[in-house]
């Protein structure tokens, strides 16, 4: 069971609850659907249908049920990609609920099997009373809100597959704990600038070998790392396995309480793609496994979500900023797509061209978002 | 061509391109010119080569570098001894202005290649200084074991460091400061043309503008940041703190480098372009200063002194926990100083569509053991401006004191 704090939004605020794994997917059509009850949603690795696409505002129950092979999730998403709720996780076989609080508008449902890429679109239209003209210090309290939100489904994701990647490790199945490791450091990237503020639990359970100093012992993700890639074992890594769930539990307690301000959002999002400029692109992030793009991506994701939390209060303050992060998101994600492998990427060998090509990307984009913050200041 | 043959670099500057028919341009009095120049000393003058101290650390810090680092190949003693007597010779002769050699770049005979490589004539000497530096490395061979010096040690790894080899380390090494380029990049080049057999460069490094003052005369001057650097440096007229922080010390031994100092370089990258996109205030609390003034944050001018209790209307220090100000401060590093000395630089691009710049960090030190190692320490594990900067060079060099006149480059070392 898993059960995040629901915190009480403004009156547009949507409010997620993330009401836990009820088990196998049962087989239910989707079209028993009567217009009132949950949502039903069938997502697999080539489809996201749902009972209806038409609900009345106020709060929806959406049921997941992946009945695919992949990983999937499932999210809502306002204009621009910003999101409304998410669950995470979904493994084959199993349901959960979304239960998200919607006001009227136009919105879309994405299920994205293999939790990559722009996902399975369709509309999702939420019809009732007009919501009341809110003002400006209300639009940016929901974007923090809406942020925390995202933040703590980030943290809760990122508590379970660590807790699998070290399973893994500590039985010694290295094959599982290389699968696992992009896949658990997706959900510490995507959060990366908030996991910073705790001050040495960064150094901890993220150092490069040459960020330790003398004297101190080198810890966290990149040490396993080393030791699963350079000598394919497992051998005297349970250690730090153990050292690293303990860690990762301190950040998520602390990431679920964070208190963010909007232009705290606006420079983590500007510091994602900072971490994504200096570290990924030079492959020194992962420089044993190669596996810099899921990083990469994490980094892009999570810039992109705090951005979009912003994104009512941008909208009207400087609209031309919007397109222009918009277009520019999309391009990196196009070049981040000429690397994909199967559900991941292609290990980060990069020649000289394509690692200019991700440079240039970046920057083009990362140049626009550090203006966000200046926008979000003014009055 | 032809018609600059016999006009030697100071023929050229001085009485409007007539022939000074000495045909040893090398040997022609300097001194002359600098009086003739007297408008414009500051900065075309020449700087005293020999004395108690080696120029080029307390000199005002010149606008301009060339600095290279050598790696000796001659395995035999005297091979090196007759190199540093060579380029002692040559390097007093390029800092008074003068070509090297007998007939200089442009007087000898037809069939030899010139003796001088010719870039600087017509330039004045530019207050040009040349200022050599022992590594660690250099005291494994020639004998040389019992003389390195305690402080001399190999740098330890600093949090962060990604150093490429290639731009580390040397076993001598040269500064070359001055107010023209050329006249540095001239010196350089010779220095290294002369060494081929004996030296083979192992890095150079330009730097195009200073970022430090070493004197009260000078205006502080800006780094890649955009701020003020170097407003708080250790300076020519606090001549007993440099007794204390700069100069080796008859006490401190070895004999050899007792008037000399220690120097330490560092090719310190700046993420120049998401340095950029901070915003303002974020770049002054990381460096602790106002960007426009460069006073200490809380204060109207940049050499009031710098408030580290003072907190704002939040209860926040106006300098923060880890702005860059309070952990290089002497008063958080037990009183240890530095002589910084460094520049700006921009090699290029590096592949990424970006700017390779950063600032190549010299700092001149009676003991990196007290001094630079402990500040760096505490620099690489807190400071707030790592996020934008990388270090990818180093270097550890004991430079002796001065060469008196008939002496050369490390005569003490070798005797």
Not at chain 1, 73 to 96: C, S, T
Not at chain 2, 320 to 349: C, M, T, W
Not at chain 2, 352 to 373: E, S, T, W
């Amino acid at each position: 069971m898993i059960t995040i704090t629901a915190r009480r939004a403004t009156a547009v605020g949507a409010v997620l609850l993330l009401a836990g794994l009820t088990g196998c997917a049962d087989d239910k059509p989707a079209a028993s659907d009567d217009g009132t009850g949950p949502v039903a949603v069938k997502a697999s690795d080539s489809e996201c249908s749902l009972s209806r696409r038409d609900v009345k505002s106020g709060t929806s129950t959406f049921s997941v049920s992946n009945g695919g092979s992949k990983v999937t999730e499932f999210y809502v998403y306002a204009e621009g990609d910003r999101v409304m709720g998410e669950v995470e996780n979904i493994g084959p076989g199993l349901k959960r609920d979304l239960i998200v609080e919607l006001p009227t508008g136009k919105y879309q449902a994405v299920c994205k099997p293999g939790m990559i890429g722009d996902g399975i679109r369709g509309d999702l239209t939420v019809t009732g009373e007009a919501a009341a003209q809110i003002d400006e210090d209300a639009v940016l309290k929901e974007a923090t809100e809406s942020y925390q939100r995202y933040v703590n489904s980030q943290a809760v994701a990122l508590e379970q597959k660590t807790t699998e990647f070290v399973t893994a490790v500590k039985a010694g199945d290295v094959a599982k704990a290389k699968e696992l490791f992009p896949i658990s450091r997706t959900y510490w990237e995507r959060i990366e600038p908030v996991a910073e503020s705790f001050g040495d639990l960064d150094p901890k359970i993220d150092a490069r070998v040459n960020d330790v100093e003398p004297g101190t012992e080198w810890t966290g993700y990149h040490r396993i790392e080393q030791a699963l890639w350079e000598k394919n074992t497992t051998a005297g890594m349970a250690k730090y396995a153990d050292l690293l769930l303990v860690d990762v539990k301190t950040v998520v307690a602390k990431a679920k309480v964070v208190k963010l301000n909007p232009l705290q959002l606006a420079n983590g999002a500007k510091e994602l793609l900072d971490e994504v400029a200096t570290g990924k692109i030079t492959g020194e992030e992962d420089r044993y496994s190669h596996t810099d793009l899921w990083d990469f991506q994490a980094n892009v994701q999570g810039s992109q979500a705090a951005i979009q939390a912003l994104r009512p209060a941008l909208q009207k303050r400087d609209p031309a900023l919007v397109t222009t992060l918009d277009t520019n998101f999309k391009t990196v994600y196009a070049s981040l797509d000429k690397f994909r492998a199967g559900d991941g990427f292609k290990p980060y060998l990069p020649t000289d061209a394509e690692r200019k090509e991700l440079g240039r990307v970046v920057d083009a984009l990362a140049e626009p978002v550090s203006k966000v913050a200046g926008v979000i200041a003014k009055k | 061509m032809t018609d600059q043959r016999g006009f030697s670099r100071r023929g050229l500057l001085g009485a409007a391109g007539a022939a000074v028919a000495t045909g040893v341009a090398g040997y022609a009095a300097h001194s002359v010119l600098a009086g003739e120049e007297s408008q414009a000393a500051d900065t075309t003058g020449p700087v005293e080569f020999h004395g108690t101290h080696q120029a080029g650390i307390v000199t005002p810090a010149q606008d301009r570098l060339h600095f290279a680092t050598f790696d000796v190949t001659a395995t035999k003693r005297e091979d090196v001894i007759a190199l540093l007597k060579e380029w002692t010779a040559a390097a007093a002769l390029m800092t008074a202005g003068r070509d090297i050699g007998q007939y200089g770049a442009v007087n000898g005979p037809g069939e030899a290649p010139p003796e001088d490589t010719g870039e600087a004539v017509g330039l004045p000497p530019a207050r040009l200084t040349l200022t050599i530096g022992f590594g660690p490395t250099f005291f494994n061979r020639f004998g040389l074991k019992d003389k390195r010096p305690a402080a001399l040690v190999d740098l330890p790894h600093f949090i962060g460091d990604n150093l490429d080899p290639n731009r580390s380390g040397g076993d001598i090494a040269v500064q070359a400061c001055s107010d023209d380029p050329q006249v540095a990049v001239h010196a350089i080049r010779n220095l290294a043309r002369i060494g081929f057999g004996t030296t083979v460069v192992r890095y150079s490094q330009l730097g195009f503008g200073r970022t430090s003052s070493t004197s009260k005369a000078q205006t502080t001057p800006r780094n890649l940041f955009g701020f003020k650097d170097g407003t708080n440096n250790l300076k020519l007229e606090d001549t007993a703190k440099l007794e204390q922080q700069l100069w080796v010390q008859p006490e401190d031994g070895p004999d050899w480098m007792v008037g000399g100092s220690y120097l330490v370089s560092r090719r310190i990258r700046m993420t120049i372009e998401t340095w950029d996109r901070t915003s303002l205030s974020e770049q002054e609390l990381i460096v602790g200063r106002g960007k426009g003034t460069g006073a200490p944050l809380g204060k109207a001018d940049e050499f009031d002194p710098i408030d580290f209790e003072a907190k704002n209307a939040d209860g926040e220090l106006k300098v923060a926990k880890e702005a860059h100000i309070r952990l290089a401060h002497p008063q958080f590093n037990k009183g240890a100083e530095l002589l910084r000395r460094g520049y700006n630089f921009v090699d290029g691009s590096d592949g990424l569509g970006r700017l390779d710049a950063g600032l190549f960090f010299l700092a001149y030190q009676r003991d990196p053991r007290k001094q630079f190692i402990p500040i760096q320490n505490q620099l690489a594990r807190s400071d707030v401006m790592n996020e934008y900067i990388r270090h990818v060079g180093s270097g550890i060099f004991a430079c002796p004191a001065g060469v008196k006149p008939g002496s050369y480059w490390g005569e003490k070392l070798f005797s």
